[in-house]
């Protein structure tokens, strides 16, 4: 890990090392428990504390019909979280620390009655051969204090593992170690499980549409290129 200073909050960038071990936790099995596994997408669900709203959630998506490093691009680039995640409320760069870690902000909404939540994450990628991999967990920063109308969540641990499968396919796996704060009902923490896999057909629904795009106007050599994707999705 490197340690950089960021508005007096002293953050760690991760190395090598740390990818390695999560993409191992990722790939891992054991210890945890399937809840949902249909249609080609498997959800387990770890807890930590029994009693408390502390738990991991992992996601794997089997798809048969978008490239590795186009999947990569849609989760990379924050403009397109605003068109396939129906929840967000608020997203933007904060800066940028190294060529592979920035701060940014999220803010979405939750069922009723709950509160708004939001966080502040480091966020990290890096590709691993034709593999990628994406990271956070939630830093301070002193230009963005908790708000009073939203509950500031900590991210412990965040990330997406997107394994390539073929030239033309992928697995996404999704691994979240996420401490709500405030006051959460039993059932939420109980339905968190089924609620993940709708959201991950949505990234997969708007992936493979642009996937189709690009294909059909001749843009899928510059898929890697989130100016071409941007241009295609305006």
Known sequence: MMRMMMSAEEVLIPDDR??????????????WSV???????CV????LQEEKSLH??????????IPAETMY?????IEYRRKWDVNVIETFDIG?????????YYSWKCPKPLKNRDVITLRSWLPMGNDYIIM????KHAKYPPKKDLVR?????TGYLIQHTGPTSCNLTYLAQVDPRGSLPRWVVNKSSQLLAPKVSTVHWFTSSLHSFLLLSDGYSFCSSSSVLHFCLN
């Open 73 to 77: 691009d849609v989760l990379h680039d």
């Open 136 to 139: 956070n967990y939630s830093v």
């Open 35 to 41: 809840t949902y596994n249909r249609n080609n997408i």
């Open 96 to 104: 940028k620390l190294t060529v592979n870690a920035d701060v940014g």
């Open 56 to 65: 991991r959630i992992k996601c794997r998506m089997l798809c048969k019909d």
């Open 153 to 157: 969540a900590v991210s412990i641990q």
């Open 18 to 31: 740390a990818f390695s071990r999560f993409r191992g936790e990722c790939q891992s099995e054991e210890g």
């Open 44 to 47: 387990w669900i770890q807890m």
